[in-house]
């Protein structure tokens, strides 16, 4: 990992409110809900630093998941609005990793912490084990690589 990355962070916030068809009928958010949450910072994510998955499919390539962790602390209920932070964590592997903390806009207190790994993968479907151009590219741009 470069110097420079340990001294800059590539995060987002973003803002949801949870809805009706989302929690079960105790008005908790069912837990399969939260992957949705996670994808919604992904595409906050890609929007603010121009990394978005129309920029992969563009050029060539697909980044399915291959790995989510979520670990749930306390629970959303019906109404609450959420704050989903995520966070690029840069690596040396051919993979896109990003942390994410879910709290309540309101109280303040963590809801969830999670992780997520996506690969990559050209045309064919075939996994590639360096990063392609057009991502080195952009961690060029954005100063994470020289």
Known sequence: MSD???????EVESEFRVRFSEVDSMRVVWHGNYLKYLEDGREAFGSKYGLGYMDFF????????????????????YGDTGIITTRYIDTDAAKLVFEYTIYNKET??????????????????????????????????MGIIL
């Open 4 to 10: 420079i990355i340990k001294n800059k962070l590539f």
């Open 108 to 141: 303040k207190e963590i809801l969830s912490t999670a992780k997520s790994i996506q690969v990559f993968l050209n045309a064919d479907r075939e996994l590639l084990l360096t990063f392609p151009e057009f991502f080195l590219n952009w961690k060029r741009k």
């Open 58 to 77: 563009n050029n060539g390539m697909v980044t399915p998941l291959v790995s989510i962790e979520c670990n749930y602390k306390r629970p959303l209920y």
